[in-house]
């Protein structure tokens, strides 16, 4: 167990709705980071907060935005679904924004039908 | 721009044969190089990581690896592999120059006979 919680398990929806995944740091941490894991594109990180701001941006579509709270999870919001969102996405923290380990949640998949 | 290449899709060993996944990266300076286990269903576990220092990393479940500047290589290794270590490994670098994300080899999924 990695310390790090992700919300919900399992999520199936539909084309053109929206959903948010929920993600708890380890306790201390206090960068988040979001990953997407899908059969075509492997493992490609979309984006990063550190204490509460954006840090970093990786490959994340418009339709895709996350901000981390004063409590420090963070939620990720996909929008306008399509069924290529259908993945793995992954939550990991760290301690600091740089040079530290990332821990990783056990993920939350998403079948977009 | 950097990358991590694992040559290997799919590896069979037998229980108790001795393993080795390799890893290359692409990267102009010394990177940070980390190797993830995934089991079926589950997240990424840590099984070890190079930040600097001694090239020959330790890390949990019997691993290690090599860092090989020379190669551009990190591969992974283990002596003697259990049937517990079925998988998917994944390789990973980081910079930290304008950021600390991870970039992701494409995995190699280890299947082990009995």
């Known amino acids: 167990d990695s310390g790090v919680t992700q919300t919900p398990k399992h999520l199936i929806t539909a084309t053109g709705q929206r959903v948010t995944l929920r993600c708890s740091p380890r306790s201390g941490d206090l960068s988040v980071y979001w990953y997407q894991q899908s059969l075509d594109q492997g493992l490609q990180f979309l984006i990063q907060y550190y204490n509460g701001e954006e840090r970093a941006k990786g490959n994340i579509l418009e339709r895709f935005s996350a901000q981390q709270f004063p409590d420090l999870h963070s939620e990720l919001n996909l929008s306008s679904l399509e069924l290529g969102d259908s993945a793995l996405y992954f939550c990991a923290s760290s301690v600091s924004d740089s040079t530290d380990t990332q821990y990783f949640g056990p993920g939350t998949r998403l079948t977009v039908l | 721009a950097q990358s991590v290449t694992q040559p290997d899709i799919h590896i069979t060993v037998s229980e108790g044969a001795s393993l080795e996944l390799r890893c290359n990266y692409s990267?102009?300076?010394?990177?940070?190089l980390f190797w993830y286990v995934q089991s079926p269903g589950q997240g990424l576990q840590l099984l070890l990581k190079?930040?600097?220092?001694?090239?020959l990393v330790q890390g949990i479940k019997g691993f290690e690896a090599e860092f090989k500047r020379s190669q551009s290589s990190f591969n992974l290794r283990k002596p003697s592999v259990h049937w517990s270590d079925a998988a998917e490994y994944f390789c990973?670098?980081?910079?930290?120059?304008?950021?600390?994300?991870?970039?992701f080899g494409t995995g190699t999924r280890l299947q082990v006979f009995p």
């Open positions: 990267y102009g300076a010394t990177p940070y």
């Open positions: 990973a670098v980081a910079t930290y120059r304008n950021t600390d994300k991870l970039i």
């Open positions: 190079y930040f600097s220092g001694d090239t």
